[in-house]
Protein backbone atom coordinates (compact mmCIF):
# COMPACT_ATOMS: atom_id res chain seq x y z
CA UNK A 1 0.00 0.00 0.00
CA UNK A 2 1.05 3.50 -0.31
CA UNK A 3 3.05 4.92 2.62
CA UNK A 4 0.50 7.95 4.20
CA UNK A 5 2.58 10.22 7.23
CA UNK A 6 0.17 11.41 9.43
CA UNK A 7 1.51 14.43 12.12
CA UNK A 8 1.91 15.40 14.66
CA UNK A 9 2.24 11.43 16.13
CA UNK A 10 0.80 12.68 19.43
CA UNK A 11 -0.77 16.12 21.02
CA UNK A 12 -1.37 17.04 24.71
CA UNK A 13 -3.40 20.15 25.11
CA UNK A 14 -6.04 22.10 27.43
CA UNK A 15 -9.52 21.75 26.94
CA UNK A 16 -10.88 24.64 24.74
CA UNK A 17 -7.85 24.84 22.56
CA UNK A 18 -8.60 24.23 18.83
CA UNK A 19 -6.22 21.26 17.26
CA UNK A 20 -5.01 20.69 13.49
CA UNK A 21 -3.04 17.48 12.30
CA UNK A 22 -2.49 16.80 8.77
CA UNK A 23 -1.61 13.44 6.22
CA UNK A 24 0.65 13.45 3.40
CA UNK A 25 1.24 11.10 0.72
CA UNK A 26 3.80 11.29 -2.12
CA UNK A 27 0.75 9.73 -4.03
CA UNK A 28 -2.34 10.90 -5.48
CA UNK A 29 -5.27 9.51 -3.83
CA UNK A 30 -9.20 10.05 -4.75
CA UNK A 31 -10.72 10.23 -1.32
CA UNK A 32 -9.62 11.27 2.12
CA UNK A 33 -11.45 9.35 5.02
CA UNK A 34 -10.86 10.54 8.92
CA UNK A 35 -11.67 8.39 11.44
CA UNK A 36 -11.15 8.20 15.28
CA UNK A 37 -10.56 5.27 17.39
CA UNK A 38 -11.62 5.09 21.34
CA UNK A 39 -9.53 2.88 23.30
CA UNK A 40 -10.69 -0.90 23.06
CA UNK A 41 -13.11 0.35 20.26
CA UNK A 42 -12.84 0.13 16.43
CA UNK A 43 -12.36 3.28 14.47
CA UNK A 44 -15.17 5.78 13.57
CA UNK A 45 -15.78 7.64 10.58
CA UNK A 46 -15.87 11.37 10.99
CA UNK A 47 -15.77 12.92 7.71
CA UNK A 48 -15.47 11.48 4.13
CA UNK A 49 -13.69 13.85 1.52
CA UNK A 50 -14.40 13.09 -2.44
CA UNK A 51 -13.01 16.32 -4.50
CA UNK A 52 -9.57 18.37 -4.54
CA UNK A 53 -10.44 21.55 -2.39
CA UNK A 54 -13.27 19.99 -0.41
CA UNK A 55 -14.07 21.79 3.07
CA UNK A 56 -16.21 19.68 4.91
CA UNK A 57 -17.30 20.01 8.34
CA UNK A 58 -18.99 17.71 11.08
CA UNK A 59 -19.59 19.88 14.41
CA UNK A 60 -16.29 21.17 15.47
CA UNK A 61 -14.71 19.22 13.22
CA UNK A 62 -13.62 20.93 9.86
CA UNK A 63 -11.65 18.67 7.18
CA UNK A 64 -10.09 19.47 3.71
CA UNK A 65 -8.95 17.72 0.82
CA UNK A 66 -5.88 18.99 -0.47
CA UNK A 67 -5.54 20.75 -4.11
CA UNK A 68 -2.90 18.28 -4.80
CA UNK A 69 -4.87 15.54 -3.90
CA UNK A 70 -1.99 14.09 -1.61
CA UNK A 71 -2.75 15.52 1.16
CA UNK A 72 -5.59 16.41 4.02
CA UNK A 73 -6.02 18.07 7.11
CA UNK A 74 -8.33 17.69 9.80
CA UNK A 75 -8.82 20.62 12.52
CA UNK A 76 -10.92 20.54 15.20
CA UNK A 77 -12.40 23.27 17.95
CA UNK A 78 -12.47 24.56 20.96
CA UNK A 79 -11.78 21.03 21.74
CA UNK A 80 -13.32 18.99 25.03
CA UNK A 81 -12.23 16.07 26.96
CA UNK A 82 -14.03 13.04 25.53
CA UNK A 83 -12.17 14.38 21.97
CA UNK A 84 -9.46 12.32 23.31
CA UNK A 85 -8.75 9.26 21.42
CA UNK A 86 -6.27 8.00 18.06
CA UNK A 87 -7.22 9.93 15.04
CA UNK A 88 -6.08 8.33 11.74
CA UNK A 89 -6.35 9.37 8.65
CA UNK A 90 -6.95 7.13 5.67
CA UNK A 91 -6.42 7.83 1.35
CA UNK A 92 -8.43 5.67 -1.06
CA UNK A 93 -7.05 4.53 -4.58
CA UNK A 94 -9.36 1.76 -6.02
CA UNK A 95 -11.23 -0.63 -3.21
CA UNK A 96 -7.83 -0.31 -0.96
CA UNK A 97 -7.60 2.39 1.92
CA UNK A 98 -4.43 3.21 2.88
CA UNK A 99 -4.02 4.43 6.94
CA UNK A 100 -1.98 6.74 8.77
CA UNK A 101 -0.46 5.39 11.76
CA UNK A 102 -2.40 8.06 13.86
CA UNK A 103 -2.24 11.24 15.99
CA UNK A 104 -3.31 10.64 19.59
CA UNK A 105 -4.35 13.53 21.00
CA UNK A 106 -5.14 14.24 25.01
CA UNK A 107 -7.06 16.87 26.38
CA UNK A 108 -6.64 17.73 30.20
CA UNK A 109 -9.66 19.72 31.81
CA UNK B 1 -29.08 -4.41 16.58
CA UNK B 2 -27.13 -1.65 14.10
CA UNK B 3 -23.68 -1.28 12.13
CA UNK B 4 -21.38 -3.66 12.68
CA UNK B 5 -20.69 -6.49 15.31
CA UNK B 6 -18.02 -8.55 16.21
CA UNK B 7 -17.24 -11.68 18.63
CA UNK B 8 -15.84 -12.37 20.84
CA UNK B 9 -14.56 -9.19 21.66
CA UNK B 10 -11.41 -10.49 23.90
CA UNK B 11 -9.84 -13.71 23.40
CA UNK B 12 -7.14 -15.40 24.83
CA UNK B 13 -5.85 -19.00 23.01
CA UNK B 14 -3.13 -21.51 23.23
CA UNK B 15 -0.74 -21.89 19.93
CA UNK B 16 -2.28 -25.24 19.57
CA UNK B 17 -5.89 -23.96 20.10
CA UNK B 18 -8.77 -23.27 16.73
CA UNK B 19 -10.83 -20.83 17.11
CA UNK B 20 -12.65 -18.59 15.18
CA UNK B 21 -13.90 -14.55 14.94
CA UNK B 22 -17.22 -13.57 13.93
CA UNK B 23 -18.14 -10.35 12.13
CA UNK B 24 -21.87 -9.30 11.44
CA UNK B 25 -23.15 -5.99 9.73
CA UNK B 26 -26.53 -4.68 9.58
CA UNK B 27 -25.96 -1.76 7.30
CA UNK B 28 -26.87 -4.16 3.36
CA UNK B 29 -23.56 -3.97 2.55
CA UNK B 30 -21.58 -6.42 -0.06
CA UNK B 31 -18.21 -6.02 0.80
CA UNK B 32 -16.51 -6.99 3.87
CA UNK B 33 -12.86 -6.39 5.40
CA UNK B 34 -10.49 -7.88 7.86
CA UNK B 35 -7.84 -5.81 9.63
CA UNK B 36 -5.17 -6.68 11.63
CA UNK B 37 -4.05 -3.71 13.95
CA UNK B 38 -0.67 -3.76 15.66
CA UNK B 39 0.62 -0.93 18.33
CA UNK B 40 2.66 1.87 16.61
CA UNK B 41 1.95 0.21 12.61
CA UNK B 42 -1.11 1.50 10.60
CA UNK B 43 -4.11 -0.76 9.75
CA UNK B 44 -3.43 -3.81 7.95
CA UNK B 45 -5.85 -4.99 5.43
CA UNK B 46 -5.75 -9.00 5.63
CA UNK B 47 -8.38 -9.82 3.47
CA UNK B 48 -11.56 -8.60 1.10
CA UNK B 49 -14.73 -9.59 0.20
CA UNK B 50 -17.11 -8.42 -2.35
CA UNK B 51 -20.28 -10.29 -2.76
CA UNK B 52 -19.30 -13.49 -0.79
CA UNK B 53 -16.12 -13.89 -2.96
CA UNK B 54 -12.69 -13.27 -2.01
CA UNK B 55 -11.24 -10.37 -3.88
CA UNK B 56 -7.52 -10.18 -1.87
CA UNK B 57 -5.51 -12.25 0.17
CA UNK B 58 -2.56 -9.65 1.24
CA UNK B 59 -0.33 -12.11 1.86
CA UNK B 60 -1.59 -13.47 5.27
CA UNK B 61 -0.51 -16.57 6.42
CA UNK B 62 -2.48 -19.20 5.90
CA UNK B 63 -3.07 -20.16 9.59
CA UNK B 64 -5.30 -18.07 8.78
CA UNK B 65 -8.80 -18.60 6.53
CA UNK B 66 -11.62 -16.34 5.73
CA UNK B 67 -15.03 -17.29 5.15
CA UNK B 68 -17.79 -15.18 4.16
CA UNK B 69 -20.76 -17.44 3.87
CA UNK B 70 -23.20 -14.35 2.96
CA UNK B 71 -22.87 -10.86 2.36
CA UNK B 72 -24.03 -9.99 6.36
CA UNK B 73 -21.38 -12.29 7.55
CA UNK B 74 -17.47 -12.38 7.45
CA UNK B 75 -15.65 -15.24 10.05
CA UNK B 76 -11.59 -15.48 10.44
CA UNK B 77 -10.92 -19.26 11.68
CA UNK B 78 -7.56 -19.21 13.47
CA UNK B 79 -5.19 -22.30 14.03
CA UNK B 80 -1.90 -22.84 15.53
CA UNK B 81 -0.99 -18.86 15.99
CA UNK B 82 2.40 -16.93 16.82
CA UNK B 83 2.48 -14.92 19.81
CA UNK B 84 3.25 -12.14 16.98
CA UNK B 85 -0.71 -12.91 15.85
CA UNK B 86 -1.55 -11.10 19.28
CA UNK B 87 -3.29 -7.48 18.28
CA UNK B 88 -6.47 -5.86 17.67
CA UNK B 89 -8.61 -7.45 14.58
CA UNK B 90 -10.89 -5.43 12.68
CA UNK B 91 -13.98 -6.07 10.39
CA UNK B 92 -15.58 -3.61 8.56
CA UNK B 93 -18.02 -3.41 5.70
CA UNK B 94 -18.66 -0.60 2.68
CA UNK B 95 -21.33 -0.99 -0.08
CA UNK B 96 -19.08 -2.79 -2.92
CA UNK B 97 -15.92 -2.70 -4.40
CA UNK B 98 -18.11 -1.17 -7.66
CA UNK B 99 -19.44 1.77 -5.73
CA UNK B 100 -18.15 5.29 -5.72
CA UNK B 101 -18.68 5.72 -1.90
CA UNK B 102 -15.69 4.50 -0.80
CA UNK B 103 -16.73 4.57 3.34
CA UNK B 104 -15.82 1.80 5.73
CA UNK B 105 -17.47 1.15 8.54
CA UNK B 106 -15.80 -0.29 11.21
CA UNK B 107 -16.84 -3.34 14.24
CA UNK B 108 -14.78 -3.02 17.53
CA UNK B 109 -12.60 -5.37 16.76
CA UNK B 110 -11.59 -8.51 18.81
CA UNK B 111 -8.30 -8.10 21.08
CA UNK B 112 -6.59 -11.56 20.34
CA UNK B 113 -4.34 -12.83 22.77
CA UNK B 114 -1.66 -15.44 21.57
CA UNK B 115 0.10 -17.43 24.93
Known amino acids: GQQLNQSPQSMFIQEGEDVSMNCTSSSIFNTWLWYKQDPGEGPVLLIA?????ELTSNGRLTAQFGITRKDSFLNISASIPSDVGIYFCAGQLGYALNFGKGTSLLVTP | ETGVTQTPRHLVMGMTNKKSLKCEQH?????MYWYKQSAKKPLELMFV???????ENNSVPSRFSPECPNSSHLFLHLHTLQPEDSALYLC??????????????FGPGTRLTVT
Open chain 2, 27 to 31: LGHNA
Open chain 2, 49 to 55: YNFKEQT
Open chain 1, 49 to 53: LYKAG
Open chain 2, 92 to 105: ASSQDLGSTVYEQY
